[in-house]
């Protein structure tokens, strides 16, 4: 499971013209699956994602986490954060889960989120084509993979 976080001051997601997702200030995580992923990657990484202290505190030093701000949370499905790119120019995407293992992994970490922050957080669609529009603030942008915890 790959995420990549960005912290960002506004994020939407749009689909079809209509937008689906809006926060002001928060956490834009776009979020991958491969086949091996498990129930317990998805706990591990939601219980860091809500602990991770990328928010500044009153003397402006990255202090704060999502649980000490109260800020918001969108979530938007990307299965090209598991491209490979070694061989040649086109991206091979064999490592994502396909969609019959990701949608159900997909839900299941938008509950996690939610039982770890206390409240619901926003989403894309999976699968569907999106607009995803963010100011990042900082910019702060950390990638975490729950197969390489560094």
Known sequence: MRVLVQRVSKSSVTIEEQVVATIGKGMLLLVGFEEADTKEDIEWMAAKLVKLRIFDDNEGVMNLSIQDTNVDVIIVSQFTLHAQTKKGNRPSYIKAARPEQAIPLYKEFIAAMEKELGKPVQTGEFG?????????????TIWIDTKNKE
């Open 128 to 140: 569907a084509e999106m607009m995803v529009e963010l100011i990042n603030d900082g910019p702060v």
